[in-house]
């Protein structure tokens, strides 16, 4: 045989194959469009505009299917695949239909399925080269319908895909995959590295000042119930404290987030988790604000993980507490009640809690009710005493309030969480926890990738 001869046997050329592919479906998209220059007709803009989006979907999938095809031609065909566990070479057993759904339409694919005798082990190279989804409808939808989900009820989340992608998918199919998604977002992934953590605090820097690095926690109450089978009847509800933390940066001129991360869960694990955050910030970078209300569990464990921390007592929680005392005291809305209200808060800028103390313990309260909320400040102010200094706090450059994680903990936690009869089982709703912070945090891909390893069709 003339070897030379052979060599000039040219390789089927894919791409040229594909551009002559692509023209023939254009050509067909065409046919649909050209309806359009019917004399009778004089469509608007955004009958044009629907008539692409009802096709587009048909013609971008066939692309994808041609491009399928050239490019993993050696895929589809492939008749001996090595085993994944021991190597060993197989013959195709059969060839498997599959269809898949993407943001661009469907394709369809045959491609071949090898089985390992020795390992017992069944496997579809086109499957993890091209890392096909068991499920019909792919990971690029799965993403996008998730992170849809973490604002919208899946119901909604179902509705609005559909309107503005022209993809039909059901409620459940974007549940069962928030929950698939969601069990598998873990502390490690939610929360930025280390490395992008220390990019952010020098955004933050400037001159020669170290950024403030603010670590608020506190705890909100959401509605759950008991997990329970479909036939059971329902548990009765509770509410549990969602323990959180966020942690930010005091740029020049902007907030800069660092990590958010809230769980329905106890104290320990909490203390866990904001250890975990502490470990990936660079302390001596920064300086760092502890901001809570008077709540210990909070307390020891921010003190812990941040031992170098400036302890403020919460601004605005302690204003409260404050006003509640007029409220009893005063009456509702009485000259005299926010008279004091305004002395009181002047005297704890300035310092003055000893003297806010004593002057509490002067007050003849009128009956017992009252009495009670006095004392109750008072032991809350003496438990404090330590983390009230506003005025030193604003000469520094400290916050004395925590907005951050107020403002954070509406947007994590109440907005999805709080729907009038929405109960979440503890776990769902931890995991809805967890994927919003992710997105809040900027680390959804990470967290979706993870997922998304773990998914791809082997079985
Ligand atoms: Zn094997």
Same mark, same amino acid.
């Given at each position: 045989?003339?070897? $030379? ?55 971008? %999938? ?19 695949? *090595? ?131 603010? &670590? ?22 509770? +509410? ?20 958010? +991360? ?15 955050? $502490? ?6 970078? &920064? ?6 209300? %008077?709540?210990? +569990? ?13 302890? /403020? ?11 509640? &005392? ?30 806010? /103390? ?40 400290? *916050? /004395? ?10 947007? /994590? ?33 990470? &967290? ?12």
């Amino acid at each position: 045989m003339n070897l $030379a001869a052979v060599a000039h046997i040219p390789e089927p050329d894919y791409e040229e194959h594909f551009r002559q592919m692509i023209h023939n479906e254009v050509d067909k998209w065409v046919d649909e469009l050209v309806c359009v220059f019917d004399e009778n007709r004089q469509p608007t803009l955004m009958e044009m505009s629907e008539l692409f989006a009802r096709t587009k979907q048909r013609f971008l %999938g066939d692309c994808l299917q041609r491009m399928i095809e050239e490019k993993y031609a050696g895929l589809l065909q492939q008749e001996y695949a *090595p085993c994944h566990k021991c190597g060993k070479r197989c013959k195709k057993r059969f060839d498997s239909a599959k269809e898949m759904v993407t943001m661009q339409g469907s394709v369809a694919a045959n491609r071949p399925w090898f089985y390992c005798t020795d390992c017992c082990f069944g496997f579809s190279p086109f499957d993890e080269v091209l890392e096909v989804s068991r499920k019909k409808h792919q990971f690029d939808i799965q993403k996008k319908s998730v992170n849809l989900a973490a604002d919208v009820t899946f119901c909604r989340g179902s509705e609005i895909f559909e309107d503005l992608t022209g993809q039909s998918i059901s409620d459940h199919f974007i549940h069962e995959t928030f929950e698939a998604v969601g069990s598998e977002a873990h502390l490690e992934d939610v929360i930025p590295s280390k490395d992008e953590i220390a990019k952010r605090i020098k955004q933050a820097s400037s001159g020669k000042w170290r950024p403030i690095l603010v &670590v608020a926690s506190d705890g909100a109450y959401l509605p759950t119930r008991p997990k329970a089978r479909r036939s059971d009847k329902r548990g009765k509800g509770q +509410w549990q404290d969602a323990k959180g933390f966020r942690i930010y940066l005091l740029g020049k001129d902007r907030i800069i987030h660092v990590a958010s +991360w809230h769980q329905i869960q106890n104290e320990a694990e909490f203390g866990k988790d904001l250890a975990v955050a $502490a470990s990936r910030i660079r302390q001596d970078s &920064v300086r760092i604000a502890l901001l809570g209300d %008077g709540a210990d +569990w909070l307390w020891k464990h921010m003190k812990d993980c941040f031992p170098k921390g400036r302890q /403020i007592l919460d601004y605005y929680h302690c204003a409260e507490h404050i006003y509640k &005392v007029a409220k009893a005291h005063y009456g509702e809305r009485s000259v005299q009640g926010l008279q004091w209200v305004e002395g009181t808060i002047s005297r704890l800028f300035f310092s003055e809690v000893g003297n806010v /103390i004593a002057g509490l313990g002067r007050m003849k309260a009128k009956n017992s009710d009252v009495q009670e909320e006095i004392r109750k400040l008072i032991v809350y102010l003496n438990n404090n005493i330590e983390k009230i200094h506003y005025r030193g706090d604003r000469i520094g450059g400290y *916050p /004395i309030g925590s907005g951050g994680i107020e403002s954070a903990h509406k947007f /994590i936690a109440h907005t999805r969480m709080k729907r009038s009869g929405a109960w979440w089982i503890k776990e769902n709703g931890n995991e809805m926890l967890r994927i919003r912070c992710a997105i809040y945090n900027g680390t959804y891909d990470k &967290v979706f990738n993870t997922y998304k390893s773990t998914h791809v069709h082997h079985y």
